[in-house]
Structures are given as C-alpha cells and as structure tokens.
C-alpha cells in the first residue's frame, strides 16, 4: 500500500504561481510513476505531468510551458511548479502513483483556484 498526501493548493490571481507537493509513504520501494492529475467541475480528470522514477517526464499540452514537474527519491516527494496559471487552471489536483505491480494510488487532492 502506498499512501499519497497533498499540500501547496489554494486561491491566486491570474499570472501568479503555486508550488504543489505530494509526500508518498508507506511501500514506496514499489513505486514507479508519480505525477499529477486534476479534476475541473463538471470535467473528466485529465492528466497533468508525470515522472518516471528514473526523472522521465510527460506533460499535458495545457502544461507544457508552464508547469515544471519534479521528484525527490530521498523524501519520496513530487513536486508540480505551476507558473502563469490561468482560470482555465481551476480544478482539484490529485496526486498520483503508480508501482511495479502495476497497483495505482491516489491522493485526497487539493483545490487551485486562479481567478481572473
């Protein structure tokens, strides 16, 4: 079992910055992927940026540009930069990860809120 919690969310302005971290314990020896995904009102959830444990990255084109997704193995901490956020940002991000027995594990998330 591996155990994911978020922190960093809350309410800024257009243009502005937050920082969002996810702290995994539990079996993270077994962990492959973290990333993060995120949930609008009334939307599917959608990928955001992922990161293999070797420091590979994938992002979402909404992303691109914009977010910076990191990872420190020593704290078992991801990280997701998110710069210039735009209203369309406003969503609950949901950490998330993946292990090599191919289980998937989600955090409670945490609400980002960019008003215009």
């Known amino acids: 079992q591996v155990q994911l919690v978020e922190s960093g969310g809350g309410l800024v302005q257009a243009g502005e910055s937050l920082r969002l971290s996810c702290a995994a314990s539990g079996s993270i020896f077994s962990i492959n992927h973290m990333g993060w995904y995120r949930q609008a009102r009334g939307k599917q959830r959608e990928l955001v940026a992922l990161i293999s444990s070797g420091g590979n990255t994938n992002y979402a084109d909404s992303a691109k540009g914009r977010f910076t997704i990191s990872r420190d193995n020593a704290k078992n901490t991801v990280y997701l930069q998110m710069n210039s956020l735009k209203p369309e940002d406003t969503a609950v991000y949901y950490c998330?990860?993946?292990?090599?027995?191919?289980?998937?594990?989600w955090g409670q998330g945490t609400q980002v809120t960019v008003s215009s």
């Open positions: 998330y990860a993946n292990t090599n027995l191919r289980n998937s594990y």
